[in-house]
């Protein structure tokens, strides 16, 4: 009660975006590392919760919303000393959400006989893999919870290779401090070498048992539940391993480059 009406009271004395600002300063700093750049503004924090500021009241639900949301995520995101945390079965999320930077009728069609995976970078074995070589590689599946900035979550059931098994196969430069990945909507983004050889890891194929279905990302997404949502890459078209720096689609314009722990 004591921490609604100090935010009550401050509404009244400054304008919304410094209101934002402060609040945003209070939170504690593991939390406020999923929320730098652009989402430190009205503006970001109204895209990212989905919430319209039109008056003292809906600015003060908003602030709540957003501390709520990082405190169930602080529970969720990944120790690095821990795996992060597996759910059985019966808590799938049905249906599961779509998200993309587009709607669900723009969502791009790979076409199975004409997929190839590029590889490219820091590698010994630079041969494009086709789907049913990538089918081929030990599948393994996990069934782990999704974050998104946007204020939603969402558990669901990914297969595939251990992404660490792969990187191995194409000859991998360990070392190197990226792993790249372009995709066939345009999206793009990067991860460091540790996330990438983490155990949860995976370059998936399947949801929920099916083939990746098309909003999901076929002909795949790479699934790391250490990561936020924008970290994970779907529809895949080329993966490379450097030591330059590549940002990412949400990154460029202001996310944080970890994304997650
Ligand atoms: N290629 C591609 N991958 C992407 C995105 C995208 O727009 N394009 N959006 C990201 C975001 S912000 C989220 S939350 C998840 C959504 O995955 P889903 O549709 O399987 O829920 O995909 C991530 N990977
Ligand atoms: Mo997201």
Known sequence: MKKRNAISG??????KDAIVKDAFKAMPASARRLFLGRAATLGGLSMLTGCTVV???????LLMKVSRFNDKVQGWLFDPNKLAPTYPESMITRPFPFNAFYGED??????????????GGMVSDKHAWALDELYKLPQTSQITRHICVEGWSAVGKWGGVTFSTFLKRIGADMSAKYVSFKCADDYYTSIDMPTALHPQTLLTFTYDGQTLPAKYGFPM???MPTKLGYKNPKHITEIVVGNAYTGGYWEDQGYNWFGGS
């Open 10 to 15: 401050r509404i009244q004395l400054l304008d």
């Open 55 to 61: 008056d003292e009241e809906s600015a003060e639900k």
């Open 106 to 119: 723009e969502v791009p069609e790979v076409d199975t006989a004409d997929y190839k995976l590029a590889i």
């Open 221 to 223: 997404k790479l699934r």
